[in-house]
């Protein structure tokens, strides 16, 4: 028997076990007279952690005497239970006036079980946010400048490994980690919609002194209460709507800058926005279904200048990796990508320092040399 479950023994044992306390086995609310049978009973509960509830609970002398007859009465009608059903255990009593044909009482337990759902102890654990780096700071000039010579310092410090390709490549990871962080720093992701941003501490300013401008008003009922509030109302409203045509602007704004880079984001950007229509009306008055196929139209076209790999066959198997292909290689690496197991973003190899990437082209031409393949490459 699973002792993980609720046990309970129900029924005649023909035991009187008294009203002497027995830690965890017998209460003191039981009769008076204990006998031979109730002493094996008591011995039987103890050795397996089990309560006799009858003893636990008290009542009137009537509702506790479960046999009576030609004038004798006695409890030998038990409730046995172990103690993980202790919490579901609200009440042991004896009903007389039910007739049941017996010289024995209704002896009724009052059972409340939990819910399904509160059995279960498992919590849920938090995921764990996992930080990347901000590579979108790396289409400023200036940061790239700064992550450039970080990456240069962090390459005069730490000498050349040839001999072991693990260790030369643990190396030239920590090189672009340390960078990185000191030039960047890291984030967590946050799945958020991007609305419009118009909340600050002026807006927040304007928001209290209407609302206490409005309370003041409410308490007293003055006309001057009334027309100050009035005043502060109008205000609040002709700053939010300030802020909203500033906010639009410089989204517009930035939408338009995307459009010249690499990989831009405006198609994703404007699926995030909560109404389409509303976007729309920023453009001027176009319909939703032209909207959407001038936007699909310009994000499936290829660029005709996007550059392609081109090796000569015959000499693919013993030419060595020239400096040119590892460019064109990073070239066509695509931004805003998420990274790999060892959290390296394309952006950190691509935007490096030419003696980084001769390090690093130095590192694979040993590797197709020596036919070394490394697995976390």
Not at 185 to 205: A, C, E, M
Not at 275 to 302: H, P, R, S
Not at 306 to 329: F, G, P, R, V
Request: net charge positive.
């Amino acid at each position: 028997m699973n002792r993980n479950d609720y046990i309970m023994l129900i029924g005649d044992m023909n035991a009187r076990v008294g009203n002497n306390r027995v830690i965890n086995t017998v209460g003191t609310n039981g009769e008076a007279t204990l006998n031979n049978n109730g002493r094996k009973l008591i011995d039987f509960c103890t050795s397996n952690n089990l309560n006799i509830m009858n003893t636990f609970f008290k009542h009137k002398e009537i509702h506790k005497f479960t046999w009576e007859t030609r004038g004798h009465k006695s409890i030998i009608d038990y409730f046995i239970k172990n103690m993980k059903t202790s919490k579901v255990i609200q009440d042991i009593r004896v009903y007389r006036n039910n007739e049941i044909d017996s010289d024995h009482y209704l002896l009724c337990a009052k059972v409340n079980f939990p819910p399904w759902w509160l059995n279960k102890t498992t919590k849920k654990v938090p995921l764990k946010q996992e930080k990347f780096f901000k590579v979108s700071l790396l289409n400023d000039d200036s940061i790239r400048w700064l992550y450039t010579q970080r990456v240069k310092l962090h390459l005069n410090n730490t000498k050349e490994n040839e001999i072991d390709t693990e260790r030369e490549w643990k190396t030239l990871q920590n090189i672009l980690k340390s960078a990185a962080n000191e030039s960047l720093g890291k984030t967590k992701r946050r799945n958020r919609r991007k609305y419009l941003k118009i909340w600050d501490d002026q807006i927040h300013q304007l928001i209290e002194t209407k609302r206490k401008s409005h309370r003041k008003w409410l308490n007293s009922r003055k006309l001057e209460d009334k027309l100050e509030y009035k005043r502060n109302t109008a205000l609040a409203k002709r700053e939010v709507r300030k802020r909203q045509r500033l906010s639009w602007g410089k989204f517009v704004t930035n939408l338009e800058h995307d459009t010249y880079r690499n990989q831009p984001k405006v198609y994703k950007i404007l699926k995030q926005i909560k109404d389409v229509k509303e976007t729309a009306c920023i453009q001027g008055n176009m319909d939703e279904n032209t909207f959407l196929q001038y936007y699909g139209k310009l994000w499936n076209t290829t660029n005709i200048n996007e550059l392609q790999l081109e090796y000569n066959s015959a000499d693919y198997l013993h030419a060595s990796i020239t400096l040119d292909e590892l460019e064109k290689a990073f070239k066509l690496t695509k931004n805003g990508k998420t990274p790999g197991q060892d959290n390296i973003n394309s952006e950190l190899y691509k935007y490096a320092p030419e003696e980084f990437k001769l390090r690093l082209l130095q590192f694979l031409n040993n590797i197709y040399k020596e036919n070394c393949y490394n697995s976390n490459i």
